[in-house]
């Protein structure tokens, strides 16, 4: 359930937070992050930030892996804060494996979306980086932050 707040538009900022904590998966395929989405409109850019909690059920080989799906015609170049290596990636591909344990962890992806002529959405997935029956999870407070910058 994604929880957009009325007034949490601040000085063109919104924020989008995770109600429940994302259903588990012991998969590699990627699977949207629910709650943590935003539409956007043609011709316009947006940076976004996300704030995510993650977590393992058990076992120590899953480790968690995101991405971003955008619109047709949409550039999209993000970033994550993981270790000491910041490596731009474009819409579609892997982060690669970022570090999860049975403790929580936050992970830190930033990035800039343009827009072309269709509208869409933004939206965050993950899965595991290496199958493993540990279950890779997205927490409850988990938050999307997004602007928007001007028609593009």
Aim: include cysteine; glycine fraction near 8%; charge should be positive.
């Amino acid at each position: 359930m994604i929880t957009r707040k009325p007034g949490a538009n601040i000085n063109g900022k919104m924020l989008v937070q995770k109600a429940d904590q994302n259903s588990p998966t012991s998969d590699t395929s990627f699977v949207d992050v629910d709650d943590l989405f935003f539409p956007v409109k043609i011709n316009t850019a947006y940076l976004f930030k996300v704030f995510g909690k993650n977590r393992l059920s058990a076992g120590v080989l899953a480790d968690i892996k995101y991405t971003f799906t955008v619109p047709t015609n949409a550039t999209c170049k993000w970033s994550t804060s993981y270790g000491n290596t910041f490596i731009m990636f474009s819409a579609g591909v892997s982060s690669g494996s970022i570090n999860a344990t049975i403790n929580d962890e936050t992970t830190m992806l930033w990035g800039i979306i343009i827009v072309g002529d269709t509208p869409g959405n933004l939206q965050m997935q993950f899965g595991q980086a290496t199958s493993d029956p540990a279950s890779a999870r997205i927490k409850k407070h988990s938050t999307m932050q997004f602007w928007e910058l001007q028609s593009a």
